[in-house]
């Protein structure tokens, strides 16, 4: 599933899409938009059941613990600013003079006016697998649009090359400008994709980096592995440390990281480093229990 080109959306159902169902549209003016925000919340809770949504009335609940990050009624995706309960609108792909300027606001106000919110992908792997595609197509569009010019080349309809100085202006022109339309639409594509993954991408290793710190473990690092999976590599001693406190997680961890993906084959242990491998899932289990320690 490639993201949307304007938005971060994923794919979920927004709150444009729900003003024009005919069950809304059929209720009186001043009732629609209240309508279209409960179903919007339905729909994406049957569509993503695994993802949190939150509603406005959920306004007066303190905000989701550890949350970074959500996609509001619209698509588009907001971030926490660190250090402040406030919450601030990414901007969308494109050039920034078609945006306006984005107010931080706090979780309450943020519910209240832009609910119902959710939770984006939770997984690295499509969001890498979608900037790959994205990559790919847009070397494709690259190839076309020189092919293009070799075609016109040798029909002696077009300039030998991709623009001569005594070209007619009309022509030159309009190239240009089929050509920034089409580089626009492939840099927007490209911009999503990006925005969507580092936000998966970095978070998950970013708190368990600072976990790993925390609770003394100085000469590990969490980086992404090759296939994207997490990749926790612990010398020796913090080896042992660590397995101490799983031993003491024993009850919790067994069950909850087989569910995530972590099985016994993704430990390797080498004379100089153990090195383990994780799901986005079993990171966060990580740094869950790595917290628990700490306090």
Known sequence: MMLNTTRLSDGLPTLEEAAQYRVVLELPPDQRDAAARVLV???????????RTWEAEDSLLPPP?????VLDNKGDLWRSVSGTDAWRQVPRPGPASNQGTSVPLPWPDFLQKHA???????????QRTDVIDVLRATYAEL?????????DSRAGIGAPCVAETDEDDDDLLDRAKRWAAR??????RLHAAVGAAELLHDEVITELARALSDVGLSQSRASRGPNGEVSVLLSPADADLLAGMMAVSATL??????????RPHCWFSGPRSTTMHLTDDGGRLLTKLLRGHRS
């Open 41 to 51: 919340a339905r729909q994406r809770r049957e569509q993503a059941p695994g993802r």
């Open 65 to 69: 613990d550890g949350l970074i990050a």
């Open 116 to 126: 119902p919110a959710s939770e984006p992908p939770g997984e690295w792997a499509q």
């Open 143 to 151: 190839n076309r649009l020189l092919a293009d010019v070799a075609d």
């Open 183 to 188: 580089l626009t639409g492939a840099a927007d």
């Open 253 to 262: 961890l067994p069950m909850n990281l087989q569910h995530v993906g972590v």
